[in-house]
């Protein structure tokens, strides 16, 4: 009999230890599972996300335009280059024009993993296709507009917008295919800064401009320091100055500031230690950002970006200077953009048409020949 006893209560405690293991298992298993559905879960959240602002800026605008070439695609492609023109817009109520302030025109390699970038200054010379006469960059997008608007007036399908002109422009100047657009306003360019929690740049010297009648008031102090969105909105667009013509800032000084400013943004982007926090920066910028880039494009962009450095960024130097009511470009800095363009875009210099000099001031002879 106590051997009887004995086994039924190491039998009994076999049992309880068993069903203890089992708990625990069962504990474990739920757990995991809850572990793994929240997991899943915050990515399907976060993808969600992603995908509705990537919906966002990616839907054509009003009176929009499809105009596929069989040069342009709209997958990524991580052999392929895409070339992009940044179209900066004031779009305040108060102002009342659809000339774009500021224009940068840029190739990204996944190849070579560079981007290379070039500033338009806004009174740049140019030939605008189907127009007479010379114009300003910088009122190529409002006549594309304004094409666009009166063929919707008389019910007609649109064959021009603002977009589509400045591409065309651009592609007589800088001799290779602008394929895409990105569009940001102001607010957009102000909350993307904010987002990224400023950027530092160099102020060379005391900027001030006082306009009460569009809300414009520029006071920023020369020396490194911490620009948010505000100031460096300012900071690329001074222009006149309160004090007098003499501190007035050129459209070189302008570029110059904007590329600063963007190598600084490209210097945060790319220290970003997590992807959807650079998603998170295009779902802040949604409200005020449009691209005719497919989503498949931003996400390899996005992807590409983190592996780059911030000497991936190649800042090209136009040469630019005013005279006769124009900017105009040196010959030479011309020639030099053209070519670096072509090649990072493996376009071949003598299959590039449609060309034309229109930013070259007839007394610049140069060495450069005219064809190119």
């Not at 298992?25 to 990537?54: D, E, K, P, Q, Y």
Request: net charge neutral.
């Amino acid at each position: 009999m106590p051997d009887k006893e004995a086994r039924d209560r190491l039998s009994k405690s076999t049992q309880r230890k068993l069903v203890r293991r089992k708990n625990v298992r069962s504990i474990i298993l739920i757990v995991s599972l809850l572990l793994f559905l929240s997991i899943c879960g915050t990515a399907g959240a976060i993808m969600w996300n992603v995908n509705h602002t990537l919906n966002k800026i990616t839907e054509p605008t009003p009176g929009g335009i499809d105009t596929p070439k069989s040069d342009v695609y709209t997958a990524f492609q991580n052999d392929k280059p895409i070339s992009f023109v940044i179209l900066g817009r004031d779009t305040r109520p108060e102002t009342g024009t659809m000339n774009t302030d500021a224009m940068i025109v840029a190739v990204a390699n996944p190849t070579t993993k560079k981007v290379t970038m070039v500033s338009i200054p806004r009174d740049t010379r140019v030939e605008i296709p189907g127009y007479s006469g010379y114009h300003k960059i910088n009122a190529v997008y409002a006549k594309g507009e304004v094409n666009r608007r009166k063929a919707e007036r008389n019910g007609e399908v649109p064959t021009e917008t603002g977009e589509t002109l400045v591409k065309k422009t651009l592609r007589g100047v800088l001799g290779v295919p602008i394929e895409h657009y990105i569009s940001i306003d102001f607010e957009g360019f102000r909350s993307v800064i904010d987002k990224l929690g400023g950027v530092e740049v160099d102020v060379d010297r005391k900027l001030y401009y006082n306009d009460p009648t569009d809300g414009t008031y520029i006071d920023l102090n020369p020396g490194l320091q911490v620009l948010n969105g505000d100031q460096a909105l300012d900071y690329v667009r001074h222009r006149e100055d309160s004090r007098g013509v003499k501190y007035y800032s050129s459209d070189y000084d302008r570029n110059r500031r904007q590329q600063e400013v963007i190598k600084a943004i490209a210097d945060k982007l790319t220290s970003l230690d997590e992807l959807p926090k650079l998603f998170k920066l295009l779902e802040v910028a949604s409200e005020h950002l449009q691209t005719d880039l497919s989503k498949d494009q931003i996400m390899g962009l996005a992807m590409d970006l983190k592996a780059h450095t911030p000497s991936s960024f190649i800042v090209l130097d136009n040469g630019g200077y005013w005279r006769d009511r124009y900017t105009y470009w040196d010959r030479e800095k011309l020639l030099t953009v053209r070519t670096t363009l072509q090649r990072e875009m493996n376009v071949r210099s003598d299959h590039a048409l449609e060309l034309n000099n229109s930013p070259i001031h007839a007394s610049d002879k140069g060495t450069a020949s005219t064809n190119q």
